[in-house]
């Protein structure tokens, strides 16, 4: 069964401060891994993308990891801003198109 | 309720023909999402509507693609002229109403339309 776990439901961390989020999936035959960013009354924005061949990607403060061997991908954030408070989803695709959902982390970053 | 309905399932089309993917969302759920999945590419927001009026279309690639939605159960996304590039998987996505909202703002996704262009 292919599931995808985000650790922690929730965060709040001071403004400044680096951070990192949680994603595991239990199926590593992944075709790619995507972080995106959910916002209250909005669609999801894509933040980075990893093809399953790749190891990160980075994208300003952003940087996103993949070990597919392990079954985990991380998000860090550095130099954290009130702005990046958001609900981060990451979502593991397989070769038949399947997209699987991970619950998502609720960030608050506190000025 | 029956979820996110998504018809057709699959769409093979020629090159320059017309493409209409329909969307039925979730009763009751005001906002309504259209996306597009490539494997290059993962999963894009093209178009997002609520209450029925499109609210940032910022994704849409290009001139040749629109929607909408004409009312709260029903939605369109149209590609005309279609290209082979046009070729992915569109989701459309529903979401309840802003002020029911807690800890995470749930999209339930429809199955999917396939679309193959030749």
């Known amino acids: 069964k292919q599931e995808v776990t985000q650790i922690p439901a929730a965060l709040s961390v001071p403004e400044g401060e680096n951070l990192v989020l949680n994603c595991s999936f239990t199926d590593s035959a992944i075709y790619n891994l995507q972080w995106f960013r959910q916002d209250p009354g909005k669609g999801l924005t894509s933040l980075l993308l990893?093809?399953?061949?790749?190891r990160e990607q980075t994208s300003g403060r952003l940087n996103a990891s993949l070990d597919k061997s392990s079954g985990r991908s991380t998000l860090y954030i550095a130099a954290s801003q009130p702005g990046d408070s958001a609900t981060y989803l990451c979502?593991?695709?397989?070769?038949?198109?399947?997209?699987?959902f991970g619950a998502g982390t609720r960030l608050t970053v506190k000025p | 309720d029956a979820g996110v309905i998504q018809s057709p399932r699959h769409e093979v089309t020629e090159m320059g023909q017309e493409v209409t993917l329909r969307c039925k969302p979730i009763s009751g759920h005001d906002y309504l999402f259209w996306y597009r999945q490539t494997m290059m590419r993962g999963l894009e927001l093209l178009i997002y509507?609520?209450?029925?009026?499109?609210?940032?279309d910022s994704g849409m690639p290009e001139d040749r693609f629109s929607a909408k939605m004409p009312n709260a159960s029903f939605s369109t996304l149209k590609i005309q002229p279609s290209e082979p590039r046009d070729s992915a998987v569109y989701f459309c996505?529903?979401?309840?109403?802003?002020?029911?909202?807690?800890?995470?703002?749930?999209?339930?996704f429809g199955p999917g339309t396939r679309l193959t262009v030749l």
């Open positions: 509507f609520n209450n029925n009026v499109p609210i940032d």
């Open positions: 979502a593991a695709t397989y070769n038949n198109n399947d997209m699987r």
């Open positions: 996505a529903s979401s309840s109403p802003f002020w029911e909202m807690k800890s995470t703002d749930t999209q339930y």
């Open positions: 990893i093809q399953s061949s790749q």
